[in-house]
């Protein structure tokens, strides 16, 4: 399932005017090693790193670092990601519909 999702974060990536060949090679050299496909395409297509010092009820964590910083993180990645996210949702439901609607799987 994480390499189908990595397929279609780098369709919304293209869809979305990002980095979708970094989004690719983000997700298939660091995202298997780590078992974060979908993380480091969002973070390859976006040109930024994610990861290091996290807080998960309330404790701290570090986990491994993915994507390559090519950007500063800045507000404007939030948006960047966020419409990424739907555009992904949103062509991974299109290919629903239309597996659906020439093979009646569903």
């Not at 990536?13 to 980095?19: A, F, P």
């Not at 990861?51 to 390559?68: E, M, S």
């Not at 966020?82 to 020439?102: D, K, P, Q």
Request: net charge positive; proline share 3%; glycine share 6%.
């Amino acid at each position: 399932p994480l390499i189908i999702c990595m397929f279609f974060v780098w369709i919304a990536s293209y869809i979305c005017k990002l980095d979708a060949k970094n989004s690719i090679k983000s997700a298939w050299n660091e995202g298997r090693a780590n078992k974060s496909i979908a993380e480091a395409s969002f973070a390859g297509s976006l040109g930024v790193q994610l990861g290091g010092l996290i807080y998960h009820n309330g404790l701290p964590k570090h986990k491994a670092y993915v994507g390559r910083q090519i950007n500063e993180l800045k507000p404007e990645h939030m948006q960047n990601a966020l419409r990424l996210m739907y555009v992904s949702s949103a062509v991974f439901l299109s290919t629903l519909v239309i597996i659906n609607y020439f093979w009646k799987v569903l």
